[in-house]
């Protein structure tokens, strides 16, 4: 699944050519992309003729603000892509389930073989009525993250956006240490921290040298500053090289692009191999249904 920067590659690629464009159509051919409307025509409606203003992100969500208000949320799921095109002559891929046609000219197409993606447009709540945004997130002292969640009441759920929201080490520590499940756990459940995922958990943790099933609750303070410092370093290296594309090729940016973060994991899908550091084997293990990679010498 595309994870947060994977999902920061496709939006900035996308805020460079997008805002300021009118969507003239929408062509949907799969409506289970579109499934929180009730049909592909109210989603249509509320997009055709609207202009983009800005593209935005939080979490693994795409928000796209339009003129009349409202915004685009576009979920890849875990196969989703967007990708551009000049024109209905382009070569459509399979399972291409959604085509916007600009009145600028070009298109930009929406393909997820699994359809685990979606797409719906939010309505902005009515002035003066209070939305509810999670406990963590309200942690924040500053960015856009706070905005975003009180225009998308969908995305208000959302935990600490690491890009998006500003934390100290401190706030960040009030979380680990009221949690007494296992760090990867707390670092993938989107209620807590939004955007990271399978592959950056076990990067992050790396390189922080912290063991995937260490209880939150059970860091020392130079662990947690540790920890906030590599959630930062780790996502913003990987967004600096288009995020990672696995050996599916599941992941391409707008333009068919792959990442190539992938050529510097530490660990995620290295099982047996030899530990860049310690030269010990990197190790496997099924937690909560999904593969772990760590080193067992270099992480505690």
Not at 67 to 85: F, K, P
Not at 188 to 208: H, M, P, S, V, W
Not at 261 to 274: D, I, L, P
Request: net charge positive; with cysteine.
């Amino acid at each position: 699944m595309p994870e947060l920067p994977e999902v920061e590659t496709v939006r900035a690629s996308l805020a460079r050519d997008l805002v300021g464009r009118k969507v003239k159509s929408v062509v949907l051919t799969n409506g289970r992309v579109v499934r929180r409307h009730k049909t592909a025509k109210d989603f249509r409606t509320l997009i055709e003729g609207h202009a983009i203003k800005s593209v935005d992100r939080l979490g693994k969500n795409l928000v796209l603000a339009l003129d009349n208000g409202t915004h685009l949320v576009i979920h890849l799921g875990m196969s989703g892509q967007l990708l551009r095109a000049q024109g209905p002559k382009d070569p459509k891929p399979k399972h291409t389930h959604a085509v916007f046609t600009f009145s600028q000219g070009g298109e930009l197409r929406f393909v997820d073989p699994r359809t685990f993606g979606e797409m719906y447009v939010s309505i902005p709540p009515p002035e003066g009525s209070e939305v509810e945004i999670s406990k963590f997130a309200r942690l924040s002292i500053g960015g856009d993250g706070l905005g975003i969640r009180k225009a998308v009441p969908e995305l208000a759920h959302l935990g600490i956006d690491p890009f998006e929201d500003q934390i100290g080490w401190d706030r960040f520590a009030a979380i680990l240490r009221s949690r007494s499940t296992p760090l990867k756990a707390v670092l993938t459940d989107q209620d807590i921290i939004a955007g990271i995922g399978n592959i950056y958990a076990d990067e992050i943790l790396f390189g922080a040298g912290l063991r995937f099933d260490r209880p939150s609750e059970s860091l020392s303070t130079i662990e947690i500053r540790r920890l906030h410092r590599a959630i930062s370093e780790i996502l913003t290296e990987a967004i600096k090289y288009g995020g990672s594309t696995l050996d599916d090729e599941q992941f391409v940016d707008p333009d068919g692009k792959p990442g190539t973060y992938q050529q510097f994991h530490q660990v995620y899908n290295r099982e047996g191999q030899a530990c860049y550091q310690c030269r010990q084997p990197i190790v496997r293990e099924v937690f909560r249904g999904r593969s772990t990679f760590y080193c067992p010498k270099c992480q505690s």
